[in-house]
C-alpha cells in the first residue's frame, strides 16, 4: 500500500492539517497550534540523501508531493527521477515549529545550506 492510499485508508483529508501522528501512527492533536509552519524533511532512505521543505499544513503538503511523484510530475527533476529509479522510498519527518513563516524559511535555507547534496533545486530562494 502507498502512502496516499494509506492516507486515504485512514479517512483522513486535507483539511487534518490540525493533527499529527506520533511515532506509531496514532493520530493526536498538534501540541504546538501557535508555531502554524512546519519545517521537514523528505530522506530519501536509498541513498540518505534529504529534501528540505516547509509549509503550513503539513498533511497536505505530503500528500501533494507524493501525489505528484506517483502522477511523474513533481517539479523538482531530480526528486522524480530518485522516485522514478527506485520506487517509493522516501520519508517525511519534521524538523521544526515556526511562528512565522521568515522564520521557517530561514530554518530550511540553513538546513539546505548545511546539506549541499540535498534534492532542493534552490538554495535559498525564500531567503530576503
Known sequence: MNYLQDTRRRGETKYDYAFIRDEQGNKQLDPNPAMPYTVYVCWDRANGRPYYGYCRRYRARVVKHMGDLYLGQHPNE?????????????????????????????????????????????????VA
Open 78 to 126: 531530480h526528486l522524480q527521477a530518485a522516485f522514478d529509479r527506485d520506487g517509493d522510498i522516501f520519508e517525511f519527518q519534521i524538523v521544526a515549529k515556526c511562528s512565522t513563516k521568515k522564520k521557517a524559511r530561514t530554518v530550511e535555507a540553513a538546513l539546505i545550506a548545511a546539506h549541499p547534496d540535498a534534492y532542493n533545486i534552490c538554495v535559498n530562494w525564500g
